[in-house]
């Protein structure tokens, strides 16, 4: 566990049709978080540098590409509905199965990119608990059908293998719980009071466990 003062990097990894909630809820909190934290700060990284189109259309800008990606303390895999095409896509599950599995962590559907990786296999997992729209099952059944030990939870992380957290706005409380894992609860908790959300953060744990 580091000290306040001492930094720490993010890397965000994104991808065409990722769902912008996503990105907010990763970015978006540590960038809120260095203002308690002023060492921390977040990258993205895609296949390729530059504009990756989200789902609804906004257009984000990738720092980083996977082949110059920097060393980073964690890796967030995002969810979104391109997940359907990163399962397969040979450059993105190479470059997660590259990283320390310690370092990884998923949000809502990433989850599935990783286990596509084989990242999650007889491990504990969670991602977006219900089918939406069109979709013919839930992505949690989906994780299962991957081999995970698939869960609902707000945040699984046994601290040897990739981390995961729920869908969508619990993106917000995976990058929370791996800013305690970086810095310590008492700094997770002061990011949480910081963006106005310490008490959805408890209660989603009351309700979903952890």
């Known amino acids: 566990m580091r000290q306040a003062g001492n930094p720490a990097l993010v890397a965000v990894v994104i991808y065409e049709g990722v769902e912008p909630i996503d990105i907010g809820g990763t ?15 977040a990258t993205t990284v895609a296949e390729r540098a530059g504009p990756v189109r989200c789902a609804g259309g906004l257009t984000v800008l990738a720092e980083h590409g996977f082949a110059d990606a ?64 069109t979709e013919a099952e839930s992505p949690l059944a989906l994780l299962a ?20 957290s729920g869908g969508v706005s619990l993106a917000i409380d995976g990058t929370l ?17 910081t963006i106005e959300y310490d008490r959805a953060f408890a209660a989603n744990r009351a309700a979903l466990g952890q």
């Open 27 to 41: 970015i978006g909190v540590v960038s809120m978080a260095s203002r308690v934290l002023p060492a921390i700060r």
């Open 70 to 133: 920097p060393a980073a303390d964690a890796v967030i895999v995002t969810g979104g509905p391109g997940w359907r095409r990163e399962v397969g896509n040979p450059a993105m599950l190479a470059f997660l199965r590259a990283q320390a599995p310690a370092r990884l962590m998923s949000v809502c559907t990433g989850a599935l990119i990783l286990g596509a990786a084989g990242l999650l296999a007889g491990r504990p997992a969670t991602t977006r608990r219900h089918a939406v729209g």
């Open 145 to 164: 059908g991957m081999g995970a030990l698939a869960r609902p939870a707000q945040v699984v992380d046994e601290g040897e293998g990739p981390a995961s």
């Open 177 to 193: 719980h791996l800013i305690g894992r970086l810095y310590g609860e008492a700094a997770r908790e002061a990011v949480a009071r």
